[in-house]
Every structure is written in C-alpha cells, then in structure tokens.
C-alpha cells in the first residue's frame, strides 16, 4: 500500500451532504427527556417554548438515520471543512510505538474548537423559524463565540450569558463575541428574575455554569421572537457534530486504513458523539468492530464514577430532567480544574452506549493531560485545548502500550480544538503550581443524593 500523506483531506464535494443519526441503529433508545413537574416524556410541543422547532423535531427523532444538511448549513461549512484527519508520524516516531496515530482537527476556526458545527446549525434553524434572536450561556467562552460567528452570518440576534468570574478573567473571549456582535452579559446580572434573586442570596457571588443557563432560559422564554440554544448534551447536538465522524470515516475509507481504536475526550459528549456516530453505527449493525474510548478528567468523572439516573441539566433545574451517567447537578468541579469539561452529566446517547458497554470509559488526571498537551506542541506543532488534551493522553498511553506489545494498531483520536485562551492553565503547569483534585466517594454520594427522586 502506497505512503499515507501527514494530511488525508477529502474533496469539498466529498464533504458528506447528511448528518447520520446514531439512534436510529441503537437497539435501546437514549431516554427521553422528562417535564419535572408532571414526570411524563416531554413531548416537541412541550419544548416549542423554548428551543426552535425543527430541533425540537430533530431532538426526538431516535428513527431517521440520515438527515438532508441543509444547503445553507452546507455552504457554511465548506467555509472551515472539511477538517483535515493528521497522521500524526512525528508523535509516533518521538513515542517510537508501531502504532499508527491519527487525529482530526476542528480548532482550524476562528472559534477554536468544534462547537462552530452545531452552532451553525440551531443558528440557521432558528433564522428559518423567522426568530429576532437566540440567547445562551457560555463558560470559558467557546460555545459562546462559536455562535456569535454563526449568529453573525445568519443576522441573528445573540444574546450571552457569560459566567462572571469567566467574563472578567477572559476578556478576550469577550471581545470576540462582541466583534461578531453579541451582547454579552456577566451572569448573575441584574437583567432576570434569577439572575436577580441569586445577586441578592449570595452578593458578590461570580456565578456558576448552571446559573447561566437559568438566566439564558429565562431571557429567551420572557422576550417575543427568542429561542435557547445550547451546545452539547442534546440529541440534535450530537447530530450535527456527525460531520466529524462522517468525514473522518470518509477519509479514512480513501486510503484503506481501518481504525481500531477511537478516542474522544468527553464533557458533555457532544465531540465524542460526533465522532463515534458512524462508527458506533456499524457496531450496531454488526458490521464492524472498535475499542471506543471516551476520556473525561479524574475531577469531573461522571462516567466512571457517577450513577445513570434521571437529573437535572442544569444547576437552576428550570431545564427538563435527563438520564444520564451525572455526579448530580450541584457538583461543582474543584476550582483548581483547568481542563475543561466540568459538566456535571453525560448525553443521554453517550449514556446508553456506555451503560450497553459499547464504548468505554477511562479518567485522568490534570497534570497528567497538560504533560501530554506539553509532549503534542512540542511534536506536532498544535497548541492543542486542555479538553482536547485528554483525548491525546489517552491516545499516547495506549500507543505507549502497543510499544511493549509490538501491536500495529490503528489510533484515532478527535483533537477538537487550539488552547489560545487557556494560558492561564498552562501557565499553571509551567509554573508547577497545578495541582490534581481527585473527589472523594463522600462528595460524589453527597451531591448525587440531590438528585429528582423518580
Ligand atoms: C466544549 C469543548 C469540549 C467538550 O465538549 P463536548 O460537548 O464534550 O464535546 C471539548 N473540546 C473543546 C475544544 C471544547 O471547546
């Protein structure tokens, strides 16, 4: 077989015209989401109120498998995609491993990151719908400026809820979302109702995650001609972040390799599921067979340590109730977590898959994910995310394994995107001031006793 080239890119017309739909082959559905108040499966009409309606329509579809990408969404993408699948021969030979190492890279945007897939998406569903705007939370930051450029090309209207500490320690997040002309708001903010109550129950509070989305909810549902928009967790996010596996399949496919190994680093599970999806897809069908990997850090371990039980999404529990592996909606990672990836729950997809141990799951450390970020830079030349930075840990330690085997197995990893705005994190482990937060069994049987009962 003739040399693979460091790139594998496909042909923009190759670029796959449908997103695969994972659900429609999996044997036990993902469970449905849940009103809290009635306990009954929440039905599109339900959710009318809150997000646009084709996703509304797409988020309960567990049967069609492959759904038309709109030719606008398309056109979008061939703005950014397709995003090359690296071998990564500099890593292998440094690691001196007879594994092959591949990655597919979404930090090649301007957001950074993979979010920009489904954040085109529910921008263009939205517009379709002839909504003013949309308004989400955002954290670090990514998400948030995923959409602004996605809301910026449709002349959407966005507004985002930024967690105050973030908004203040990461202005220059900050100023991207404004440049593609967001409205962004330090949350707790005195604009909602919650946002309110909370400022007067914890003054000086710079607010949480879970308290974003509250305020962001409350903004869409209080103002005629706006949706929420969110960008993980969901079933239509999942969906639209199958280009990622579509593409890496694709090419794959064109130079004959077969993978045997995919990893994925895993917060809400939106990457993961993207990149699994087509590859799960054959599993299920029984067509092929792969050791999945989901990676999620050792202070946010809700696979490997949490209980697959009905919660809720978000930390003001306004949103519907989802099963999911969680560490309970009011775990809050330690502050010394610089990784990323601290929700507190799993796609329900992501769930199921795990529960029916069709993919597995393995946590690491901090300090352990920067050594390997460190190791990347310097050998593949990337500056990669801390979250995407679990996935190449993972990624090393088991080409470090097929070294003492002699195995020649085939590695693929998801590198989601470019660490630009995580210095300070770096910084940390430069500095030898990073330290590792591993929760006791205590914390996590506390926060998971807060759970709905149901
Ligand atoms: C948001 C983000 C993640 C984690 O989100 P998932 O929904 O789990 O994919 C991973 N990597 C990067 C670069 C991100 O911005």
């Known amino acids: 077989m003739s040399e693979i080239p460091y790139k594998i890119y496909l042909a923009e017309n190759e ?182 109550a909370i400022n007067e129950k914890y003054p000086g509070t710079t607010g949480s995650l879970g308290c974003a989305i509250s305020e962001a909810v409350e903004a869409a549902t209080s103002q005629e001609g706006y949706r929420y928009v969110l960008g993980s967790v969901l079933n239509q996010v999942l969906l639209h972040q199958s280009i990622i596996g579509l593409e890496t399949k ?30 799960v897809g054959q599993m299920l069908r029984g067509e092929a067979d792969y050791e999945i990997i989901a990676v999620e850090p050792a202070s946010c371990p809700s696979l490997t340590r949490g209980s697959y039980v009905y919660d809720f999404c978000d930390t003001g529990k306004v949103c519907p109730l989802a099963k999911m592996y969680t560490l309970g909606s009011g775990y809050i990672p330690a502050p010394n977590h610089a990784g990323g990836l601290r929700y507190h729950g799993m796609s329900p997809v992501i769930s199921q898959l795990y529960d029916d141990k069709i993919i597995s799951a393995r946590s690491v450390k901090q300090t352990d994910v920067f050594e390997a970020a460190e190791t990347f830079a310097r050998v593949e030349g990337i500056l990669p995310a801390p979250e995407s930075s679990h996935a190449i840990r993972v990624a090393i330690d088991e080409a470090l394994k097929c070294k003492e085997s002699g195995e020649e197995k085939n590695i693929v990893f998801g590198l989601t995107g470019t660490g630009y705005f995580d210095l300070v994190a770096y910084q940390q482990y430069n500095d030898g001031t990073m330290e590792d937060y591993v929760p006791t069994d205590e914390e996590i049987a506390k926060s998971l006793a807060e759970c709905p009962k149901f």
């Not at 077969?258 to 993961?272: E, P, Q, T, V, Y």
């Open 15 to 196: 670029i796959p015209s449908k997103w695969y739909n994972v659900r429609a082959d999996m044997k036990n559905k993902p469970a449905p989401l849940v009103n809290p108040g009635t306990g009954e499966p929440m039905k599109a009409e339900d959710l009318f109120p809150v997000f646009c309606e084709e996703l509304c329509r797409q988020e309960l579809d567990n049967e069609t498998p492959y759904i038309d990408i709109p030719q606008e969404i398309q056109d979008f993408y061939k703005m950014y995609r397709p995003s090359p699948l690296v071998r990564a021969y500099c890593l292998e030979k440094y690691l001196d491993t007879p594994a092959h190492i591949y990655y597919k890279f979404e930090g090649n945007n301007t957001s950074g990151s993979h979010k920009l897939n489904s954040a085109i998406a529910q921008a263009y569903y939205a517009k379709q719908q002839g909504l003013k705007g949309v308004t989400t939370e955002t954290g670090a930051g990514q998400w948030g400026t995923a959409l602004s450029m996605a809301c910026a090309y449709f002349g959407l209207d966005l507004q985002v809820f930024m967690v105050k500490v973030s908004y203040e320690q990461k202005p220059f997040r900050r100023e991207v979302m404004r440049t593609y002309g967001a409205k962004v708001t330090p949350s707790p903010s005195m604009e909602t109702n919650i946002g309110r």
């Open 250 to 279: 694709a090419a794959l496919d064109k130079v004959g390799v077969k993978a045997d190994m995919i990893i994925g680093c895993a917060g809400g599970g939106s990457n993961l599921g993207g990149l699994i999806s087509p590859f």
